[in-house]
């Protein structure tokens, strides 16, 4: 069972370390972009993955009701975005994924948002089925070149 923790001074390095599978390094960005960026985005939310004391992952969400340079006109407003999701290489295929959207689906509701929206970069070792088998549907929009998905928070 993972639970998402706020990364601080003391866990940045161990989130920093994690890395995703080689070929699947075109998915996401690392963990040090991301927590860069997010310092930037106003409307972010970033934490660490965590098993106990070992670090597995990081999930990154986006808060519409909060304004941000990064929104565009026609953004949804009722869908909390999974901006970035990774679980480390040694750790993947243990279920923490599938935990992970657990995760991004209550963190939609504490925000009071009804969907749930990511998109993914297309192609190979694309997660498509992964987000299809956790409720998220494909829209038929592009998200910049990647493939938007939505599904309703349950
Ligand atoms: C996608 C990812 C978060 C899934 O995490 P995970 O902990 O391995 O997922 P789980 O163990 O909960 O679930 C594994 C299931 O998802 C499926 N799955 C995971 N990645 C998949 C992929 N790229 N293509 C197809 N299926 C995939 C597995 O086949 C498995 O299915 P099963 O339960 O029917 O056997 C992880 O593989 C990852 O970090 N990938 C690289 C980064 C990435 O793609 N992030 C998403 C950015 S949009």
């Given at each position: 069972m993972i639970d998402a923790r706020e990364v601080d001074f003391y866990t940045l390095s161990a989130i920093i370390k994690l890395k995703v599978r080689a070929n699947q390094e075109h998915l996401v960005a690392p963990n040090s972009v991301t927590?860069?960026?997010?310092?930037?985005?106003?409307?972010?939310?970033?934490?660490?993955?965590?098993?106990?004391d070992i670090p597995v992952g990081l999930i990154a969400m986006i808060n519409p009701l909060i304004e941000s340079p990064s929104f565009e006109e026609g953004d949804a407003l009722d869908a909390a975005y999974l901006w970035r999701l990774m679980i480390a290489d040694e750790h993947q295929g243990k279920g923490y994924g599938g935990e992970a959207i657990a995760i991004a689906y209550q963190q939609s509701r504490e925000w009071g948002l009804p969907k749930l929206q990511t998109s993914v970069v297309p192609g190979e070792n694309c997660p498509m089925p992964f987000y299809e088998q956790h409720g998220l549907k494909q829209t038929g929009k592009m998200l910049d070149k990647e493939v938007e998905l939505m599904g309703l928070v349950p």
């Open positions: 927590i860069a960026q997010f310092h930037y985005e106003p409307a972010g939310c970033v934490r660490g993955l965590w098993n106990g």
